[in-house]
């Protein structure tokens, strides 16, 4: 059974760090696609980033400049490094392997990020 388990998030000021993890359990990690995605209560799941095979990272353009998505196939883990917090990167956060595009599995607890001061 594939699993997503999620951590890293907090309660940060405006212009702060975090450092999220995503440990998957899920065979041939290595060949995925991997995302990090974020959602509001009441909207929709929205695709922060994603990494390929080959380390080539993406980044919705909200987000591009401040955060940067790495992974470690060794670990299975997938990571999301966010500097320059901003009230609006409040969310709760959550990865995924990837498909052209779409993701694959059912979704982990996620970790809630909250940017206030």
């Known amino acids: 059974q594939v699993q997503f388990v999620e951590s890293g998030g907090g309660l940060v000021q405006p212009g702060g760090s975090l450092r999220l993890s995503c440990a998957a359990t899920v065979s041939r990690f290595s060949t995925y696609d991997m995302g990090w995605y974020r959602q509001v209560p009441g909207e929709q799941r929205e695709l922060v980033a994603t990494i390929t095979p080959l380390d080539r990272p993406d980044y919705r353009s909200s987000v591009r400049g401040r955060f940067t998505i790495s992974r470690d196939n060794a670990k299975s883990t997938v990571y999301l490094q966010m500097n320059n917090l901003k009230p609006e990167d409040t969310a709760v956060y959550h990865c995924?392997?990837?498909?052209?595009?779409?993701?694959?599995?059912?979704w982990g607890q996620g970790t809630q990020v909250t940017v206030s001061s």
């Open positions: 995924n392997t990837l498909r052209a595009g779409v993701p694959l599995y059912a």
